[in-house]
């Protein structure tokens, strides 16, 4: 009786920390994760200058097409800014950005494309979001594993062989791994546990 009530004590201290896991990944899904400085040149019509970790490239942006188009002076000072973007902020807000996309397309070598950023955050917010609620609800529930192992199976596979979600951050690329692969080895030993300790009640109600 004591192994099946230190076996369920186990299973709701793995779900918590499930739960743990996986709000440090939603509430990283809001936080700055992509970032470079873009410039444009002081004559109007001319590429914007785009500074990256690998250097400087060019490219004429829409903005500055209008302007070549119409004459228009007023994008003739030159400016540099600061560009930030998180994977909600992006996703949610920003998804007609080809600026941002040309930079990752860059930085990764390969053609990015909207969806390749689409698919893997919505994975990642929505299971996140379920893993926090059924694991602080009911922690000893199976299902709050199985849930926790599609939300950590997904971080490692983005943060891991993603292209353009490795080059973001460092830092924060690397907390989201860890915490992935962290949360998957977690949501497996709960479910292994909470198997065990159903088996063993099984075993004891048929004895009692």
Known sequence: MKTLEKMKKMTGRYGIACAIFAFILLVM????????????????????TIET?????????RDMLAARRTGDESVKAEEKV???YSPFSYV???????????????????????????????????SALVTVLINAIKCNSALGAAVAMICGGAGVVTFFLSAPFMTGN???????????????????LKLLTAIRAKERQEVLDELA
């Open 82 to 84: 600061e560009k930030s």
């Open 170 to 188: 460092s830092v924060m690329w690397l907390i989201q791994l860890v915490s992935s692969i962290a949360l998957v080895l977690t949501a497996v």
């Open 92 to 126: 949610w807000n920003n998804f007609r950005d080809t600026e941002f996309l040309e930079y990752l397309s860059y930085e990764c070598n390969e053609v990015v494309n909207f969806s390749a950023l689409l698919t893997p955050n919505v994975i990642i917010l929505l």
């Open 53 to 61: 970790s690998a250097g400087q490239w060019e490219f004429i942006t």
């Open 29 to 48: 899904q809001f936080l700055p994760y992509w970032s470079y400085t873009t410039g444009s040149y002081k004559e109007a019509g001319k590429p914007v």
